[in-house]
């Protein structure tokens, strides 16, 4: 094929968005996206006193001729208008991270739902955009009140609950739960082609200078250290982030994906995953031993179910040797380990 048949293919697959290219998965997205020859402008948030660094990004494979940054934040919903201009399809991933709640629950939530609607309102009005993709969450779906169930898409977490009993990162999982439910009704409502993926424990290699949030706590036990305030549940779930990012792009590209999909593509017991660390990395056995938590003998677990997005075709690729194999190589080639 010449290059000039090559430019064809490549503009056959058009231009996409992707919120929030500069964390985990947005920038595993727009490596992916590049990699299949879309042209993807890609949005991250700025900072007043420095200037991000974004080689990882500008040094992918593609990214010179194919990529291009905008500056864009949730307070400003209009800020985004700018990336979205052109494209045939928005993977919404961008989301505060308060974990530690340093912001009210309400402003957070009100920020996440205003930037949320004013993307899809964009959309909406671009007339270009023939669908949009958007990140949820395992919290939107976990927080139903009831254990040793099988959860699935029609589960939601329940607001009031995870307002009165205020558990770890509750204003992240109200904040998530609330939205994703917005952007839906605002979509049913203006004929926007929406799907939402509801991904568990993201893990795996990541190309972002620091550790991502979420690797970081999957490798709690490794990490010898249990600052970051999240403890593993009775029955922990997991992805690769290649996996997510393969799953958005499977449905941003089937045409009769429509709603909700859990991506998950691993359960393990807590004590059934000391036991695989310990096989696997026998050189982190102090760490993994010394690692403590609060007894599971009263506490039952939910299972998470995949079934609705395997029976559209789709097809998770890594287990849990690759997700460790591939964080644990990037935290010794950052001096994390």
Known sequence: ?????????????????????SGYLGSWMVMRLLQLGYYVNTTIRSHPDRKKDVSYLTNLPGAQER?????????KPQSFNAAI??????????????FENKEP????????????IGILQ??????????????????????????????NECSWTDVDIMRTLKPFASSYII?????????????????????????????????????????????EMILGHQNFSMSYPP?????????????????FENPNAKGRYICSAVEITREKLAEFLLTRYPEFQKQITEYTWTSTKDLKGSSISSKRLLETGFKYKYGLEEMFDGAIECCKQRDIL
């Open 1 to 21: 094929m010449n290059r000039g048949d090559m430019e064809e293919v490549m503009k056959e697959k058009g231009k996409v968005c992707v919120t929030g290219g």
């Open 67 to 75: 990529l291009n940054i905008f500056n864009a934040d949730l307070h």
């Open 85 to 98: 201009e052109g494209c045939i399809g928005v993977f919404h991933v961008a989301h505060p991270i308060d």
């Open 105 to 116: 629950e309400e402003t957070i939530t009100q920020r996440t739902i205003n930037g949320a």
């Open 122 to 151: 964009e959309c909406l009005s671009s007339k270009t955009v023939k669908r949009v993709v958007y990140t949820s969450s395992a919290s939107t779906v976990v927080g139903t009140g009831s254990s040793n169930v099988i959860i």
């Open 175 to 219: 904040s998530k739960t609330l939205t994703e439910k917005a952007a839906l009704e605002f979509a049913e409502k203006n004929g926007i082609d929406l799907v939402t993926v509801i991904p568990t424990w993201i893990h795996g290699t990541f190309i972002t200078p620091q550790i991502p949030g979420s690797v970081h706590s999957s490798m």
């Open 235 to 251: 029955i922990v779930p997991f992805v690769h982030v290649d996996d997510v990012t393969n799953a958005h792009i499977f449905l």
